[in-house]
């Protein structure tokens, strides 16, 4: 790689022959946040990871409301649009199915999909209990789809910079793990009766919805869970309805919780979100301990790891902040110059980057990438954080 | 705007009635680093800013190397390529003129797009002299087309709300503006002599690559330059040419300077850039003081502000980190909820869309955006720079 | 208060009439780590604290290696050396008792002290045991003597000031509390097995030492908590004995402990301590979540605290970073200019000012600081902690 | 020595044969600012360097306010108080003399003190003049007594890493200096014409005060300054009286300088101070970059030191934040363990260590600390920033 693009001043300096790149049909359940986050994976991905493995054409989208998901066509360049996802199944245009829908609406539909052989992509927590996800774990597995679930932190760069160093041994044995995922969107009382706050159709609050990605990173950077002790706290427990205000309603997820964890390798650590801290918008600490250093992840700051050895110079240890946006790490040579930072929305490109390849290419989803499989076990630790709340019981793994 | 839509969960709630988006032809000139970045931005901008004021077509791309360009126009989505940046300016398809070629084919290309009717948007710094860049401004104004120069990080939503409340009297009388632009990136005596080190086709170093910027915003934030006193450096003076690293050619621009600011309104300050600071990737620092309060801003965490205000009671009193990322900050509405930060491509996305706005709804571009006039400006400043350096006497402005 | 005395830069500018200042005779046990930074305690405050409510003595000090506490009288300027601690409690001269002895050394000598009717000033943890602890409660207050427990991080002025805005209703109802104290110091498998590793001496590891500070700390600003589960580690359990490297020694101590709080006024949390956390050297982290705020606090950067608001205007909240060194701050009045930071060793100095203003001018220890009551109810809440992490269930307090 | 030892939990562990501590008569000269924080750091070094090298014995000090005066030396424990600096002079028993009087004081009284044998100490900035300054220069030299320039900052032990670092070749050739120091405590239109605003006092504004510390500061990390071009600026000229607050007095300091900087080993840089920075208690900014890595510096957090090397593997660069309070650390070993912070008082005990190991043991002053060489040196610099602002032209050195 010559200097030059080295510091990326350079895009196209050397061109390659060009040889026809393959499609990808893609379907796409649900329009709102995921559905556009996603979305816009796919429209950006091949621009910045040139020449992809694959391009990802938007055939199908899928929602309810009519005229939404039409607008939602127009707005994202879907070819197609429909009110119910059996359509998209059974489109055959489509080989991936992007499975955005509420919680409640993860388990039929992918299931669906793999057992029409399509591939299949599914948003966090991927189900609504760990049954529900054996069942889509199984039938994945049986099927021999490509399967992930949506765990989009794995793909930013610093934590992937994270996993490597670790795997290397950056930090001796791993003793201890520490997350916090805190938010404050609906700390207002009169903030209405959103179907994130509804057990039937989120299946938990806080738990699943940000929880579930600090226990997945606590998997993919420390290892299986053992045993949590865990508490759940509701802090309003009534909200006006959605569309009728005057009218109230029962909020029957976690507004919080925090969980002790014992990993199997030995580590112990602790895991816990909250909707209700004040400043905190979309703020996930995660901090690891180990024999030989530490490491401190802030989302807030996503471009930032910040790593501690105790093998440097006794004079000059201290917490490095690494910009991970060097050629040099992960799926960084992607983007642009160094300091010059991604946001948010890229992990989803990453991720769908990876996706895509692994179905282009025939790779494996995991470790990198968190299957199916992963997803059950997160569920599970979900699970048995819900059922030691509610017993006030240590629980042990697996369920 | 509902309390849901306020936290970004829903971003298709409310269907508006398709009214037929028109389109405006780009052509653009150069693929490179700020060939990507804007074509990037065109490409993006409808699906953020939707529905959007117009949608940008990608016509044509050119630059000097065929097969490069050719590659570039696939990559990006133009339809057409050509050699010569002329053809760019007689395609009848094209309305306006990206220019984001070396800075010696600023002035050119822009007057003749000028002078074809088109609108132009041009990279920075604008010219290779205040003479040119004056006459630039001249073309534009006689031929009443829209111009923008590419000061991207006026758009950048924390530095929007820090002229906002600047403004609004947040910081009283500014007395003082203090900002330095740092890189690393040529550091390495191996790194080879590219364009950006040739006095011929960038017509200065760090001055008007880095510094520009951080004067544009200077002028932004606080107000027009009256006078400065300046000096440059040269840490090393001979490179290895490009493609060629076994012969040598001189480096005649500034690795380095730094200058004293006096403003017409009284505010004193100082400004300067650097490829040679380690560890600073692209960290542009700039802090504003004035008789009610101060701000602090740095591009390595484009997504936050910091401001103090004696106005606080006394014993809470401090520097306060703003996430500019909430709804009610500039443009942020149209981005993802708070907390997911935006990154640096995005500046340019949010410049084109004010572009783009100006141009189908015949808005002014300025104060917002960086006009001609105001390239000029920043290009007599830069000037009196060099100038100062060289004469190592005070240059007071206009030249 | 004059505008220069505000800034600190005159500090006799009033003179006032010199009245005669008492002495307090002060008898201290130990002089190791507790004993050097409470004697420099008596010598600093005076000095600071001018004129001060009485003027501490330094009558006698006490340990049992006597060449060493000889040296410890010659530099700390104590006029007397005793090796037995009752020697102090016996001596006439000696108003308050300061016991800086390991924790098994804490109830007898403390209970002598008082039943001497001596005033009484207690390292921390207070006892062995909540037992113990409730004894020496008992014992104070029969005897009716001045009582303190050395939580000393309550005299912080960040920490201080965080009281009193919560006091105010910053925060609002009080949700979250979260709290961590990590230290490195015994990573190393060599570090030899002093007495804080020892159960018989120290009590307990990490809970005692480092946890206890962050439990009275959470008493203080939320409440008193109402049940707890926990666990305890110890991630290495033999190490060298102290003096004989090649004979080892059972460590049985937890190195690190995590608990779920639930406070007794509806909100929750957790605290945690470690002494095998990298590169964390005296890091103690406090987050406080309420209804209308939060607040940060970390104590390797003592002189600043942070905190959000949700009153802010919405375009304008984010995290202040207060520093906690004006004049109008809690004691600041007493110490340097603002800006000129105080360092780890004043908050022992602050709090002894209080003690001796508490004993020359009758007044209350408490709620300022913490008491004999204070330091049982903290002890019950480390017992139930401990008593969690063996049994594997939530403990409810009191015990 | 010992693990115990080394982080710091037993100060007395060791004792040493009791020799013997020589005593060094003190003869203070003012007792405000200065004369607080020095005579505090010749009673507490003694305490925390132990055994020192010799005891200082407050003998006098001297001051024209009779009352308050003596009520300094009874609230100091100065033995004798005089109200005309002569008498300190003449005292026999004073071996050194602190020479903390307003900067138009600094002369006369040095220069007698020399003639009479005396060692002094003066605080900065030295001299009204750099003819001044020569001549004090020359009458230590002539007297061959020790002689020391307060320039505290030096004995920062993370300053002192900082140059040990540059020594070593941490950060290769320097190429760039930059400083800022920035307070706010005259912003208020209403503060009175006190001692520092005046010229004829205090000779210059925030340049003598502020600036000399980071000029000096120049000197040690980076070498000697070869030429100046630099801006002075007041922002408000008429201030009521002290004392009389109805009558206004003309303010003939600079509020505010910025100072661009050639060193002569080639380095580039600025300086600059302010006192009208919102926000900026005492917040003294220094960056060094050089061809192998950069260092920050806050003097706000004045524990920390920030280092980057270019030597580090190319994925884990980064800014690292060193706690400057390990054992290893310079003249931390005297300290507390790490992480227990030091104040900023400390950087005064830590000077006055040095002076005092000076005189006892006979040692250079230089380069540790700041000779009257050092101090002239550095009014010679502020002296041609300066004549730079007046004549708007570039000023080289030696004048």
Chains 1, 2, 3, 4 share one sequence.
Request: net charge neutral; hydrophobic share 40%; with cysteine.
């Amino acid at each position: 790689m010559s200097d030059e693009k080295k510091v990326g001043f350079v895009g196209m300096g050397e061109v390659e022959s060009h040889k026809e790149i393959r499609e990808i049909g893609v379907g796409m359940l649900g329009y709102a946040f995921m559905g556009k986050a996603h979305s816009n994976g796919y429209l950006k991905m091949p621009y910045f990871f040139y020449p992809p493995p694959a391009k990802p054409k938007l055939v199908a989208i899928a929602g309810r409301k009519s005229a939404a998901v039409a607008e939602a066509a127009r707005r994202y360049g879907y070819q197609t649009h429909y009110t119910d996802w059996r359509d998209v199944v059974k489109d055959d245009r489509i080989q991936l199915v992007d499975n955005g829908l509420p919680n409640d609406l993860h388990r039929e539909p992918s299931i669906a999909a793999a057992e029409a052989g399509k591939d299949i992509f599914c948003e966090k927590p991927m189900a609504m209990s760990s049954r529900e996800a054996k069942e889509m774990y199984d039938a994945v597995t049986k099927a021999r789809v490509k399967n992930m679930v949506a765990y989009n932190y794995r793909f930013i760069p610093a934590i992937m910079l994270a996993r490597q160093l670790i795997s290397e041994g950056y930090l001796g044995r791993i003793l201890q793990y520490r997350a916090a995922y805190l938010q404050e969107w609906i700390m207002d009382p009169n903030f209405p009766l959103v179907w994130r706050l509804s057990k039937k159709i989120a299946g938990s609050g806080a738990l699943g919805d940000l929880g579930s990605h600090s226990i997945d990173l606590g998997r993919y950077l420390v290892g299986d869970v053992a045993a949590v002790s865990a508490m759940k706290k509701t802090f309003i427990d009534e909200r006006p309805l959605l569309g009728e205000p005057s009218k109230k309603g029962k909020v029957d997820v976690d507004d919080a919780f925090i969980a002790l964890l014992k990993f199997k390798n030995g580590a112990i650590g602790s895991v816990e979100a909250s909707r209700f801290c004040a400043g905190r918008k979309n703020f996930q600490r995660i901090e690891v301990h180990g024999t030989e250093g530490s490491m401190y992840f802030n989302l807030e700051r996503l471009n930032e790891l910040q790593v501690y050895s105790r093998r440097d110079k006794e004079d000059r240890m201290g917490f490095k902040d690494i910009m991970a946006t060097e050629v040099v790490h992960p799926l960084m040579k992607f983007w642009w110059p160094h300091g010059h930072m991604i946001g948010w929305e890229d992990t989803h490109v990453n991720q769908i980057y990876h996706l895509v390849d692994c179905i282009a290419n025939d790779k494996k989803v995991d470790p990198l990438g968190a299957t199916f499989y992963d997803g059950w076990k997160c569920d599970e630790i979900c699970e048995a954080i819900s059922l030691s709340s509610e017993t006030e019981k240590w629980v042990s793994l697996p369920l």
